[in-house]
């Protein structure tokens, strides 16, 4: 069964400097992976996702992540943070064996400070 | 405009009765899900719908029903057998459950407060 490690809960950053969030993952084969971001009381909204290729992935925001598959993770990176950027991240892992259903982290929240 | 609508944004149920969360998506999506969040906890996946008239349980089905009488509605009845049922329900859909268009779309959510 596929699960899904976000190593930090919570993680205070100041604006304008960068800020990597954590992601590792248990998975036999191959697996599509997904960050999504939750604004308070609101639902998710997809940042990036790698289903193959390149293993750095760009998305919106000026996010960026990229795959590591020896060392099964998909860390999440911006160089320089908003206020904005304060949310809840959730990394996500789906895979054939599973009928590609999601399985999501426990979340990191990000509190940008000025 | 195309998305997810889920009604009602904000829920309360007295202990003992039946509840259900509506999810409407007008994206002509085949696959269907239900999520629970708690803090902390991340989301959890309560059914999931595949295509129109078939579903399946997830990690957290007990408690709780679905149904998908049709291809842009999939409603889930919170019972009363769900012994903690306030959380914030979440509904997402996908195109189909293949590599391609395994991304999922999500509604506003439901935030459900037992009273």
């Known amino acids: 069964a596929q699960s899904v490690t976000q190593l930090d809960s919570q993680v205070p950053v100041f604006e304008e400097a960068p800020v990597e969030l954590r992601c590792n993952y248990s998975?036999?084969?191959?697996?599509?992976l997904f960050w999504y971001v939750q604004y308070p009381n609101q639902g998710l909204q997809l940042l990036l996702k790698y289903l193959s290729g390149s293993t750095l992935v760009k998305g919106i925001n000026g996010f960026e992540a990229e795959f590591n598959k020896s060392q099964t993770s998909f860390h999440l990176r911006k160089p320089s943070v908003h206020i904005s950027d304060t949310a809840e991240y959730f990394c996500a892992v789906s895979e054939p064996i599973n009928d590609y259903k999601l399985s999501f982290g426990a979340g990191t929240t990000v509190t940008v400070r000025a | 405009d195309g998305g997810i609508t889920q009604s009602p944004k904000y829920l309360f149920r007295k202990e003992g009765q039946n509840v259900t969360l509506s999810c409407e998506q007008n994206l002509n999506h085949d696959a269907m899900y239900w999520y629970r969040q708690d803090p902390g906890q991340g989301l959890r996946l309560i059914y999931y719908s595949q295509i129109v008239n078939d579903f399946q349980k997830g990690d957290i089905a007990e408690g709780y029903s679905v149904s998908r009488e049709k291809k842009e509605s999939f409603p889930l009845t919170v019972t009363s057998a769900q012994k903690n049922p306030t959380a914030f329900y979440l509904c997402a859909s996908s195109i189909a459950p293949n590599p391609e268009n395994t991304e999922a779309f999500f509604g506003q959510g439901t935030r459900l407060t037992v009273v």
């Open positions: 998975s036999s084969v191959s697996v599509y």
